[in-house]
């Protein structure tokens, strides 16, 4: 089955911090990987993902995350983060071969202190 | 871009009641739908994926019966929270499939039973 794991809860960083979040899965076939926003009070939405190809792969809002299939990684990264990025940010996998079925991870809030 | 619509955003009702919440992809087609549950302050947690014409297929631990799905067109799946206490107060929430091969979620219903 898969699984999702992310490994920080909970980050604090002042403004132009650079961000680094965790997401490692387990499945052992083709995956697709995604990372998704949820800000107070906001529905979920779509970052970036990954399918095919590069496996550096830029989204949205300055946001860029790294597939390493040797580490089963997919880590998310913004290199200076902005107050605006205050949200909780969920990792997510489904299997690449038809099954759609999109398992999410715990969640990380982010906190940017201004 | 494609969106994905919820009725109502919010439901209080009476414990023993039932109560149904709407998805709709309100510009696309989407065959397969799937239905979350996000408790506060924690990650989505997925229930159930509504297959247009066919039963529904529920995770584990999900009991198919209080929550009944049903994905009758292209565009529409409804899960019914029959019989609900206050344990089932909960956001839920719906998402779809996209032409892009990403989901796009809904905003959500909040349900509160008494």
């Known amino acids: 089955a898969q699984s999702v794991s992310q490994h920080n809860h909970h980050v604090i960083l002042s403004e132009a911090a650079s961000l680094e979040l965790g997401c490692n899965y387990s499945?052992?076939?083709?995956?697709?990987l995604f990372w998704y926003v949820q800000y107070p009070g906001q529905h979920l939405q779509l970052l970036l993902k990954?399918?095919?190809?590069?496996?550096l792969v830029k989204g949205i809002k300055g946001f860029e995350a790294e597939f390493i299939k040797s580490k089963f990684s997919f880590n998310l990264r913004k290199p200076s983060v902005q107050w605006s990025d205050t949200a909780e940010y969920f990792c997510?996998?489904?299997?690449?071969?038809?099954?759609?079925?999109?398992?999410f991870g715990a969640g990380t809030r982010l906190f940017v202190k201004a | 871009g494609a969106v994905v619509s919820q009725h109502p955003s919010r439901v209080i009702c009476k414990s023993g009641t039932s109560v149904k919440i709407e998805c709709r992809s309100l510009?696309?087609?989407?065959?397969?739908m799937f239905w979350y549950r996000q408790f506060p302050k924690q990650s989505l947690m997925l229930m159930a994926t509504?297959?247009?014409?066919?039963?529904?297929?529920?995770e584990q631990g999900v009991e198919k019966d209080k929550f009944l799905i049903n994905h009758a067109s292209l565009t529409l799946s409804t899960l019914t929270v029959t019989s609900a206490h206050p344990e089932d107060s909960s956001f839920y929430i719906c998402?779809?499939?996209?032409?892009?091969?990403?989901?796009?979620f809904g905003p959500g219903t909040r349900l509160t039973v008494l």
């Open positions: 998402s779809a499939r996209n032409l892009a091969g990403g989901y796009d």
């Open positions: 499945y052992g076939g083709t995956v697709n």
């Open positions: 990954y399918f095919s190809g590069d496996p």
């Open positions: 997510a996998v489904n299997a690449g071969t038809g099954g759609f079925k999109t398992i």
């Open positions: 510009d696309f087609q989407a065959t397969t």
């Open positions: 509504s297959n247009e014409g066919s039963k529904a297929t529920y």
